[in-house]
């Protein structure tokens, strides 16, 4: 399930920075996201890996470069689970109100 | 790490004491009034939870949990769908009753996250990313 995938890649801290970073729309290199964060490129390789298998993000060879860009779709299937359980339980709980005052008068 | 599974939560105040809540909770006629069109449940762990709903679909579950007045919880389904949980949680007030539901896909490991921690996170990441969210 794309959205259990998604949650997991997200559970990170420092994965949820470098999405929030490529979130401004930007193409960055792994070298260009290790300068922005406190960890080594290594790190940087491992993580964006975690995110490309929860396919948040994806890659483009540009020349020599390697750049990386959010992938929204994923995260849209995220947002979109919460928002429909939650609106169907807005529906039940008021039908719920409705039933219970009907029943006590 | 259990706690730190996605989830949504909804929270209601029903004029109703925790009795009036839990039957309607629990019985199958009324059940078909609120959370489904026709509803199945044996209010015991194991017993077994099966809904079926106004645009003809349907959901099995299982009860995992009963606590007479108090809490409900039960895994339910579509078709080949994965199942998520539901947790109903009933806090008897002054006056009324404090509904509490809870609606969370299992957790598939440690490293699955809480939906209130991601709540916030997520609509600052709608916005950048212009998706619809509210």
């Known amino acids: 399930m794309a959205v259990d995938a998604v949650f997991a890649a997200l559970a990170d801290p420092t994965r949820r920075r470098m999405v929030e970073t490529l979130a401004g729309g930007t193409t960055v290199t792994a070298s260009g996201l290790a300068a922005e964060l406190p960890i080594t490129r290594q790190a940087v390789a491992k993580h964006l890996a975690a995110l490309r298998r929860a396919r948040l993000v994806s890659t483009k060879r540009v020349g020599r470069e390697t750049r990386y860009s959010l992938d929204a779709e994923p995260l849209g299937d995220a947002a979109r689970w919460i928002a429909t359980v939650g609106a169907e339980w807005d529906d039940r709980l008021a039908d719920l109100g409705r039933l219970l005052e009907g029943r006590s008068g | 790490m259990n706690d730190q ?29 609120w959370l489904a069109d026709e509803a199945e449940l044996e209010p015991e762990p194991g017993g077994r939870a099966s809904f079926r709903f106004a645009d003809g ?18 895994t339910w ?19 009324g009753t404090r ?23 997520l609509s600052a990441l709608g916005r950048a990313l212009s998706l619809v969210f509210a």
């Open chain 2, 77 to 95: 389904a579509r078709p080949g769908e994965p199942e998520t949980e539901v947790e109903l949680t009933l806090v008897p007030l002054v006056s």
């Open chain 2, 5 to 33: 599974r996605r989830e949504v939560e909804r929270e209601t105040v029903l004029d109703a004491p925790a009795e009036e809540v839990w039957e309607a909770l629990t019985d199958e006629r009324l059940l078909g009034e």
């Open chain 2, 57 to 74: 679909t349907e959901k099995e579950g299982t009860v995992l949990r009963v606590e007479e007045e108090r809490e409900l919880a039960f």
């Open chain 2, 99 to 121: 509904l509490v539901v809870v609606e969370r896909i299992p957790a598939a490991g440690p490293t699955a996250l809480a939906a209130s921690a991601w709540g916030p996170r």
